[in-house]
């Protein structure tokens, strides 16, 4: 049967999602694969959602495979999380139809990046925010993304992953705050390489007055500008998930306290 899989991560540890060959550098689909195939007796391949990056985190990633299993898909889910590592869990799991993909058929997919705006460091969040020491004006930010919402080129802010079409829809794009820690949330039907990173640090320039809010448009007209700014760190961005229409996904539990959660439940 087809399985699809919402699992979730902390990609310190990896190089990213998809699995190098060769390579010793571990992977998010390569221990994902490596565990099936203990559990099965044979390899099984693993396709996903979205190609996070090295250091890049996950609630929600979609993963699909196919496998012979003769328990329920229950006893699959607990063998899975009892085999994997520490900083993996699958939270939930179906079976799928058998020609799903969960790359080709996401209509949209949401990313999070979150900042930590505190006047000094913080030790326990090095890994999983971007530490921006300076005031930042969060509705500067919030008036920025609000005009990347709709269909544009987006060239100024990535490259594509494959082939040369740069021009993406945005369906939302907003920016929340909670105390120290700022959120930019955005759900759009595809991305580009960097995209999100490179998004966060405009806004970024944008919230120290480096930059007006405008700027933000500026670049959609210049699509040549790429790159608008060097990306930010890679440690802040999450992969939240992606929507289907043949499948429904419940959506991921609170790893995170909700001052680190964003626009999720709002």
Request: hydrophobic share 45%; with cysteine; net charge positive.
């Amino acid at each position: 049967m087809r399985i699809w899989a919402a699992l979730a991560y902390e990609g310190t540890r990896y190089r990213g999602f998809q699995r190098l060959a060769p390579s010793h550098e571990p992977t998010i689909q390569g221990v994902l694969e490596a565990t099936l195939q203990h559990l099965a007796g044979a390899p099984i391949r693993v396709r996903g959602a979205g190609r996070t990056d090295a250091g890049v985190h996950a609630f929600g990633q979609v993963v699909a495979f196919d496998i012979s299993w003769r328990h329920s898909l229950e006893d699959l889910q607990r063998a899975l999380n009892a085999l994997l590592p520490f900083d993996m869990v699958v939270w939930a799991l179906g079976e799928a139809p058998p020609d799903f993909h969960p790359r080709r058929e996401a209509q949209t997919r949401i990313y999070r990046y979150l900042i930590y705006n505190g006047p000094r460091r913080d030790p326990f969040g090095r890994t999983l925010a971007w530490h921006v020491p300076s005031p930042l004006d969060v509705m500067a930010m919030r008036q920025a993304a609000a005009l990347w919402v709709g269909r544009h080129d987006f060239g100024a802010f990535g490259r594509p992953p494959r082939g040369e079409n740069t021009v993406r829809e945005v369906r939302r794009a907003a920016v929340v705050a909670d105390g120290e820690w700022v959120a930019f949330e955005i759900e759009a039907d595809a991305f580009l390489y960097h995209m999100v990173r490179i998004m966060v640090a405009v806004l970024v320039a944008i919230g120290r007055g480096e930059r007006p809010p405008e700027a933000a448009a500026a670049y959609l007209r210049r699509p040549d500008a790429y790159p608008a700014h060097a990306p930010a760190p890679p440690y802040g961005l999450y992969f939240v998930g992606a929507r289907y229409e043949r499948i429904s996904i419940p959506p991921p539990p609170k790893f995170l306290p909700d001052c680190l959660r964003g626009l999720q439940d709002q």
